[in-house]
Structures are given as C-alpha cells and as structure tokens.
C-alpha cells in the first residue's frame, strides 16, 4: 500500500479543478501544434517557457507534458489528409495515411491513429508508473562518477543513434558543450568564452537558447516550405473504423506500444525513431509487404501507437535520472529548472505530488486527446488555412517579448535572434538542433560530475573503474562508440558485396571476354 498511496493521493492533485484545466489546454495546445506544420512542441514549450514562471510548478509541467504528447496525434491529421507531416514522428504514417484517404478512407486512418495513439500512450503511462520509481530507487546509489558516465552516455546516444547524420550530431554535440562553457567557472570563477562582454559572464540561459534554436530557427527554415500553396485536404468520411479495420490494427497497435515505449526510454530514441522502426517491424512481420505503401492500415496504427508510447516512457529518464531522452525532454528539463525543480532520483521522494501528478496527468490527458480528436478533425482542417505568413510573426513576437522578461536584458534578444540564425543555418545545411541542445543541457552535469570525480580520485581517471556502476556505463560507452558503428560498416560492406551489378558492368564484362 506504500507504493499505491502517493499514485492515488497524485490523482487528487490532477483532479484540482485548475490542474484540469491546465491538462486540457496542454493538449489541445499540443493538437493545434501537431496540425500546423514547422512549429513542434519543442519550439512551443520554447516559446511558453516564460510564461511558466507564473504559474505553479505541476500545473505548469502537467501543461508543458500535454503539448508533448498531444503533439504527436495532431502532426498525423496533415499527414493524412495532405500528404504534409506537422510532426517528424508522423513522417512514415504519411506513406499509407494519405494513401487511404486518397482511396476515399482517410476517416478510417485518422480514427485508427487516434484509438491507436490512445493505447500506446495508455500501455507507456502504466509501465512508467511501475517503472519511474524503481529507476529513480536504483539511481539513489549513483554518485558523480555514476553521473559523468550517464551524460556521456546520453550525448553518444543521441549523437549515434538518432535519426540524422552522426558526424554531424556529433559535431552539433560538440557545440553544445563548449555554449555549456561560456560565462565563468564554477569552480575557481575565471572568465571562459565571453569574449570581454559583461553579459556573458553569468552564462548563456538555456531559455534563451531553446527559444533561438527551436522557436526563431525552425520558424525561419519553415517559411521557406510553408509558403508553397498547400493541395486542398482529402475528403473525411467516418472517422469510426470498422470491424476489420480494428481485427487488421490490433497486433501492429501492440507492437507499436511495446517499441515506442523501449525507445523513447533510451537517450537518442524518441517519437521519430520509434515511429520509423514500428513502420519497418510491421511491414517485416505482415504477411502483405505489397500493400505497404498503398495504404495499409497496419502503416498506420503501428507507427501512431509507437509515437504516443515513446512521447509517455521519454519522461522516465527525464524524471528519475535527470537525463533528458531527447530535445523536447531537454526543454522539459530546462522548463522544471526554472520552476526550481531539480529532476531526479531524489525527484519521487522530495516532490511526490509534483512527480504523479505529472504521471496521473497524462491518463487524463490520454482520455481527452482520444475524445477530443475525433469530434473536432473538421475544425482543425480549417484551421489549416491560417497563413504561415500571419502566424510566423506573431510567434516571433510573442518570442521576444518572452526573452526580455526572463530577465529583462535587451541583449538576451539579441542573443536570441544570432541564435535564430544560427539555427536556420544549420538546418539548411543538414545539421539538426536537437544534439546540441541535449548537449548544452547535459554539458553542465558532466562538467561538474567529472571535475568532483576527479577531485576524489586524486586526479586518477582509472578510478572510474573502481566504481561497478560507472565501470558498466563506461562499458556501454565503449559499445556505442566502437562497436555498434563496426557492426554497421560490416552490415553495409556485407550489403554492397551481395548487390547485384548493375547491367552496364555486365555488359563491359562481357565485351572485355
């Protein structure tokens, strides 16, 4: 009964008439961010992390959390109906989804994602109540070796196995950390990388580099797609799927739910990696790989399960480890910081109604996502029409005035804007934000970790491996760093020798006999 206590006593906290009220607008907040593509709940919770400071803390996270989560069903209904994933999670459910609804069933797609979404972010919340606290009793015994291991293992994770480019995660992980550095040492106080200018002393807020990089740079790199006319939205027919349609999605629905929920637990995984393997596993497992890509339902509901269960187990690292899985967790990261929260172990025992009624939130949130999207597909349709060039620059501006009041300095928008800039620029040449955000936020805990090791081995870096956690973390490094990139060489050489020659070689081939 210990345990179930202060489960039962966090859905009194989200039943308080204001936390509701919270939890509904993170979710349809969540929908409207989803549907209008460009935007993303990082560079929304971004923007409205200013906002924060004055509302109380769980109210504040079961908010953010919402928009997360709710996000993840709204990218679909412009996948499906346009062709246009709002979401990077919702990217492969726009190969069948639109093929559906071109076949006239784009109903049946959009209501399969939704009972679909419903379940797999159901299956991850039950597995996090369970799980979160046994992870955050097991992080207890880490020390700052246990610490200075985990956060290097987190920015290799997300560096190696994300989605994009890993030379270049790489070396957007290395920019992160030396951002980490600017302003002075902690420890002797000296100046690092501020160039001689007074405001970089106290260092760079992650406020402001979250709003730069998500909020100014992803507006900025999506005017550039969004000010091509959009072909008008497919035609919805009912949005209840039938019978077969439920008997065909039941099994890609469970596979999905249990591959969302295992990766979006791991640094480096989140939605769009788990949508993306749901995709490859269903059409590995279907009897029909033909129809994929023709609008098969399993394409549908496997990857919208996967999405939704990775967005719900994601939080579990952020809140009993205190490592952020992916960019959305790191602004996450950075919004409970501002509230004077620190996540982590010691997060469950310390703020019990702070911690499950963030959890307990998203049951509630799940339920109103499920009755919400159906109803309201027609509205959200319209608001499709909104012109990019209406609502950039109000969020632009809503983004200024939220930097100046973080704390009232007129060179943080300055900040803000080169980092903007900086943003669209590496967008542009293939370079994601996401590694060097997670970086900046993680760099702070290296810093300081490594350096308290270091002080307690007398300067010996052997010393981490006297210490069984950290030597087994030290291990899983090695793993990321050399062998799973020596297993995909092998599989790629192996690939290439086993490929057939093209018909020209053959020809020469012959020629030359």
Same mark, same amino acid.
Not at 439 to 465: P, Y
């Given at each position: 009964?210990d345990f179930?206590?202060?489960v039962?006593?966090?859905?009194?906290?989200?039943?308080?008439?204001?936390?509701?009220?919270?939890?509904?607008?993170?979710?349809?907040?969540?929908?409207l961010v989803?549907?209008?593509?460009?935007?993303?709940p990082? &560079?929304?919770i +971004?923007?409205l992390?200013?906002?924060?400071y004055n509302?109380?803390p769980?109210?504040?996270?079961?908010m953010?959390?919402?928009?997360?989560?709710g996000?993840?069903?709204?990218?679909?209904?412009?996948?499906?109906? !346009?062709? !246009?994933?709002?979401?990077? @999670?919702?990217?492969?459910?726009?190969?069948?989804?639109h /093929?559906?609804?071109?076949q006239?069933?784009?109903?049946?797609?959009?209501?399969?994602?939704?009972?679909?979404s419903?379940?797999g972010?159901?299956?991850a919340?039950i597995?996090?109540?369970f799980?979160?606290p046994?992870?955050?009793? *097991?992080?207890?015994? $880490?020390?700052?070796?246990e610490?200075t291991?985990l956060a290097?293992?987190?920015?290799?994770?997300?560096?190696?196995?994300?989605?994009g480019?890993?030379?270049?995660s790489?070396?957007?992980?290395? =920019?992160?950390?030396?951002l +980490?550095? =600017?302003?002075?040492?902690?420890?002797?106080?000296?100046?690092?990388?501020?160039?001689?200018?007074?405001d970089l002393?106290?260092?760079?807020? $992650?406020?402001?580099?979250?709003m730069?990089?998500?909020?100014?740079?992803e507006?900025?790199?999506?005017?550039e797609?969004? %000010? %091509?006319k959009?072909p008008?939205p497919?035609?919805?027919?009912s949005?209840?799927p039938? #019978?077969t349609?439920l008997? /065909?999605?039941k099994?890609?629905?469970? #596979?999905g @739910? !249990?591959?969302? $929920?295992?990766?979006?637990?791991?640094?480096g995984?989140?939605a769009t990696?788990?949508?993306?393997?749901?995709?490859?596993?269903e059409?590995?497992?279907t009897?029909?790989?033909?129809k994929f890509g023709?609008?098969?339902?399993q394409? =549908?509901?496997?990857?919208?399960?996967?999405?939704?269960?990775?967005?719900?187990?994601?939080?579990i690292p !952020?809140?009993?480890?205190g490592?952020?899985?992916?960019?959305?967790?790191a602004?996450?990261?950075?919004?409970l910081?501002?509230?004077g929260?620190t996540p982590?172990?010691?997060l469950v025992?310390?703020?019990?109604?702070?911690?499950?009624?963030?959890?307990n939130?998203?049951?509630?949130?799940?339920?109103?996502?499920?009755?919400?999207?159906?109803?309201?597909?027609g509205?959200?349709?319209?608001?499709?029409r909104? #012109?990019?060039?209406?609502?950039?620059?109000?969020?632009?501006?809503?983004?200024?005035?939220? =930097?100046?009041t973080?704390?009232?300095?007129? $060179?943080?928008? *300055?900040?803000?804007?080169g980092?903007?800039?900086l943003?669209?620029l590496?967008k542009?040449?293939?370079?994601?934000?996401?590694?060097l955000?997670?970086?900046f936020?993680?760099?702070g805990?290296?810093?300081?970790?490594?350096?308290?090791?270091? %002080?307690?081995?007398?300067?010996d870096?052997g010393?981490?491996?006297?210490?069984?956690? &950290?030597?087994?973390?030290?291990?899983?490094?090695?793993?990321?760093?050399?062998?799973?990139?020596a297993?995909?060489? &092998?599989?790629?050489? %192996? +690939?290439? &020798?086993?490929?057939?020659?093209?018909?020209?070689?053959?020809?020469?081939?012959?020629?030359?006999?």
């Amino acid at each position: 009964m210990d345990f179930f206590s202060p489960v039962l006593d966090g859905f009194g906290v989200v039943f308080q008439p204001a936390n509701l009220l919270y939890c509904l607008l993170g979710v349809t907040l969540g929908m409207l961010v989803g549907v209008l593509p460009g935007l993303g709940p990082a &560079a929304t919770i +971004a923007v409205l992390l200013p906002i924060t400071y004055n509302i109380e803390p769980t109210a504040a996270i079961i908010m953010l959390a919402g928009i997360f989560y709710g996000a993840q069903y709204g990218g679909t209904i412009t996948s499906v109906l !346009l062709r !246009l994933p709002g979401e990077a @999670s919702s990217v492969v459910t726009a190969l069948d989804g639109h /093929e559906m609804a071109k076949q006239g069933r784009a109903g049946a797609a959009l209501g399969i994602s939704a009972i679909g979404s419903f379940i797999g972010g159901t299956v991850a919340i039950i597995a996090l109540t369970f799980a979160a606290p046994l992870v955050a009793g *097991f992080a207890l015994d $880490f020390g700052p070796a246990e610490y200075t291991m985990l956060a290097l293992l987190g920015i290799l994770l997300v560096s190696t196995l994300g989605t994009g480019s890993v030379p270049k995660s790489l070396l957007m992980a290395t =920019v992160g950390l030396l951002l +980490a550095t =600017v302003g002075q040492d902690p420890l002797v106080g000296t100046a690092r990388l501020s160039f001689g200018i007074d405001d970089l002393l106290d260092g760079i807020d $992650f406020v402001i580099v979250a709003m730069g990089l998500f909020g100014v740079g992803e507006i900025l790199y999506n005017l550039e797609s969004l %000010r %091509r006319k959009s072909p008008p939205p497919a035609k919805i027919d009912s949005v209840y799927p039938s #019978r077969t349609d439920l008997s /065909e999605s039941k099994g890609a629905i469970s #596979r999905g @739910s !249990l591959v969302g $929920f295992l990766l979006g637990i791991l640094p480096g995984g989140g939605a769009t990696m788990s949508s993306m393997v749901a995709y490859a596993v269903e059409k590995k497992v279907t009897k029909k790989p033909e129809k994929f890509g023709k609008g098969a339902i399993q394409g =549908v509901a496997g990857p919208e399960s996967a999405n939704n269960a990775a967005a719900t187990s994601s939080f579990i690292p !952020l809140l009993s480890l205190g490592i952020p899985a992916n960019a959305t967790m790191a602004v996450m990261f950075g919004a409970l910081m501002l509230q004077g929260i620190t996540p982590g172990p010691l997060l469950v025992e310390e703020k019990p109604d702070l911690f499950w009624g963030v959890v307990n939130s998203m049951y509630i949130g799940n339920l109103l996502l499920l009755a919400m999207s159906l109803p309201l597909i027609g509205l959200f349709v319209r608001i499709l029409r909104i #012109r990019p060039a209406i609502l950039a620059p109000l969020t632009i501006l809503v983004t200024m005035i939220g =930097v100046y009041t973080v704390r009232n300095n007129v $060179f943080d928008m *300055f900040l803000v804007i080169g980092l903007g800039v900086l943003g669209y620029l590496m967008k542009k040449v293939g370079f994601e934000p996401g590694p060097l955000v997670l970086a900046f936020v993680l760099g702070g805990i290296l810093e300081s970790n490594f350096r308290r090791s270091m %002080r307690t081995f007398g300067g010996d870096l052997g010393g981490f491996l006297t210490q069984p956690i &950290a030597a087994t973390l030290l291990g899983l490094i090695v793993l990321v760093v050399v062998v799973i990139p020596a297993l995909r060489l &092998a599989y790629k050489l %192996r +690939a290439k &020798a086993s490929a057939p020659e093209p018909a020209s070689s053959t020809k020469e081939k012959e020629t030359r006999v």
